[in-house]
């Protein structure tokens, strides 16, 4: 039989670890990418256990593990220092059954360029869905600048604002402002190590964390207008902004160079889609389901989202049927998550004396009753499966979470 082919529109977290895991169960895969290079620069990602364990279907899961750096305690904070609650490695793993690992998206993303075939990824062109194609009919059709892609599948991971999920869903809202900004960025290691940690002010939230390579991921959100930008640079903005706060984030601030500060606005897709696909075209990652940072599970779910995917597409199955399971099981579970990741940055986005003090009590209270109630936040997220699968598995039942 003819090998399959599955064209992925982005070549982001979603649309590579897609490709991986089709062409791990018998799929010719291309990824097209629009920009020049798949190396994102200043950005950080968290990788959770359910990220993980969906990544082990794969055999990447212990790879990334490996990279896990954070060791000890941690928590949340307020500006002055004070711990407002405290949990560590250890109490994660046993809850979730894995670390949380942060890594920089280049790493990530160069593992999952290093199981793909070399000529698998096409960097520097720009796709355009112009037919979804049918499940028991005509295959789907991309153009590129060098001419048209026939494919028995579309994958489109080509994020928040993508072209692929405005041609399947024409009169679908797409994302909304959720009402703040934030600031990404990636510096050397300076000064004393600390315990990892965010740090939640009023309507504004700083963290800190150490990478495997021993540079710092941080990170900043506030409450902006829409469109907004310093009106000097962004990394004299985060000093304005986080500057007085405790350390180490005034001089992880300093260590940054200005232009590699990232800022982006958040939107999310508040409003699900009615399906997260349509004729023999399929949605991963933010392209199906932008939600808030607040949890932390955007990338967490596109790889949860890639996995599923290739779960259903077996490469002489019902494309159709497939395709109508990968909807049922992941549109419920995502359309979930964006929605508890909203109420989240609610908490975040408090900037009334009153409120922000009350959040604060009801954070220090819950860690006094112990580091487990505030775990209980990822329950039902983090604690995720992936489905059983025939192809790839590393590892049948490790890593499994225990309660």
Known sequence: MEQ??????????????????????????????????????GAGIALAPNAQ???????????????????????????????????SSAAATERFGGPIVLLHRATFVGRLVSRLPEAAVRTDTAAE?????????????????SGTIEADLVIGADGIRSGVRGVLFPAHPGPSYAGFTTWRLVVPAAGRPFAPHETWGRGALWGTQPLKDGRIYAYGAAVAPAGAHA????????????????????????????????????????????????????????AAHAMAPSLGQGGNQAVEDAIVLAHHMTPDGDLGAGLAAYTADRLPRTTAVVRKAAKASRLMRLTGVPSVMLRDALMSAVSRLGPTLVLRTFDGIADWQPPQHTYAARTKDAHRPSR
Do not use: Y
């Open 4 to 41: 399959p082919h599955a064209v992925v529109v982005g070549g982001g977290i979603g649309g590579l670890t897609a490709a991986v895991a089709l062409h791990e169960c018998g799929w010719r895969v291309t990824v097209l990418e629009r920009a020049a290079s798949l190396e994102p620069v």
């Open 53 to 87: 364990r969906a990544l082990d279907v794969i055999g990447l899961g212990d790879e990334i593990r490996s990279l896990a750096a954070w060791q000890g305690a941690g928590g949340m904070r307020t500006p002055s220092g004070r711990w407002l609650s405290r949990t």
């Open 129 to 145: 869905l112009l037919d979804p194609g049918a499940a028991g009919g005509a295959r789907a059709v991309v153009r590129t600048a």
């Open 231 to 286: 009106v000097d640079d962004e990394k004299a903005e985060l000093m304005r902004r986080f500057g007085g706060w405790h350390d180490p984030i005034p001089s992880t601030i300093a260590a940054a160079e200005p232009g590699q500060v990232l800022r982006n606005d958040v939107h999310h897709l508040i409003d699900p889609l009615p399906s997260c696909h349509r004729g023999r075209t399929v949605l991963v990652g933010d």
